[in-house]
């Protein structure tokens, strides 16, 4: 059996002193000093024990092997329990998301767009703020609750919505199924409204209030080609075809990327191109078709709201997104057949244009009725009577 306790001595080296194991055959000085050496159980350094120099050699191997003895007697010391790992609190998980997003490459080289990542951040900073909990696990269904009716106070439903998917995004990451807490009814949903189109009576009165030349071409642009406003914000000259069949092509550039991230080439309606192509006359060192001062222009929103404020309508019913939709709803009801039109709008499923089929409403139903029903046999009968 491999000895536990050993015996040493402390000779002095080449000036250094060190720990010599005793070798019983070897003859030592009447004033070396002995010392005991052991591992205690569960230990990782040295215990020591001076013996003295009084009692000779043999005596102190004695002492080892008693020593030893005793040790082994003693029982082992039960093995401290390891400590429990701290679990994650939801402010490291936040961390983590939004490391993970930050650095999300998609499979076409794209990353996420800064946008969404601020929206990200901003989402996930106040949901923590409301709920005021420190682990996933103390996430409860009052608590999604009281922060959804935080939201309500400021926000349209359609705004709740889309900051609930991303909180519940970062609830997937941090190991919490939000269908768990709140039941299906209780979760928002969106809703899939009837798109409002402008009448061409809105268009008549709005455009004839514009006095600025940018201005009216952004407008015109975004009403005949369906195009989003960043899409329009963002174009270069280069995706414009001026020639016999003008056409703009919505593609991903340098700083900006489509909402699907796909190319999508849409046909220019004749008189928008050769006002285009005046423009760029005009401005032939400008970068972007519809910028200011060179840069991106982020205020048709608010100058499409002042036009409407002029021409004597109500500003709230103007939004750049509803020129989008009232291209898809004139180019369907004007005849051109919904897959074209869904290739336009770049949907991915047709469906999506369908909802663009929408009912006529007031004078435009009353039109088509008289059109429809007019003149019928009943009419003829009922005047023979």
Known sequence: MK????LFTRPTVNGKRQWIEVNPKTKYAVDETFYLRWLPFGATNYSYESLGNKWGLKVYLKERAAKELRLLEEPEPEPKPEKAAQPKTLEEFRTDFLHDKKTT??????????????????????FLDTIK???????????????????????????????????VCFLHACGVDHKKLLSRDERPKPSEPTPEAYTPEEMT??????????????????????????????????????????TVKFRITDGFRTKTRKMRTVPLEKSLATKLAAWHEKNPTMPLVFGKNGKVCNTYL????????????????????KFRDTFATWALRRGVDIRTVQHWLGH????????????EQGEAAQNQINRAFGETAVDSAAARA
């Open 3 to 6: 000895q536990r306790v050993k």
């Open 105 to 126: 490459v998609r499979s076409d080289g794209t990353p996420l767009d800064a946008d969404t990542v601020r929206t990200y951040t901003q989402v996930t900073r106040e």
């Open 133 to 167: 909990r420190n682990l996933p696990t103390e996430i409860t269904r009052q608590n999604l609750k009281d922060w959804l009716a935080h939201l309500r106070e400021r926000l349209d439903h359609s705004s709740i919505c889309n900051y609930y998917r991303h909180v």
């Open 205 to 246: 009165q709005f455009f004839f209030t514009i006095v600025d030349e940018r201005e009216a071409l952004a407008f015109e642009f975004l009403l005949k080609t369906g195009a989003r406003e960043k899409e329009m914000t963002h174009l270069i000259w280069p995706d414009l075809n001026l020639g016999i069949t003008p």
């Open 302 to 321: 608010r100058v499409c709201k002042g036009i409407a404020k002029r021409a004597g309508m109500e500003p709230s019913k103007f939004k750049l997104h």
């Open 348 to 359: 991915a499923n047709i469906t999506m244009t369908q909802k663009y089929l929408a009912p």
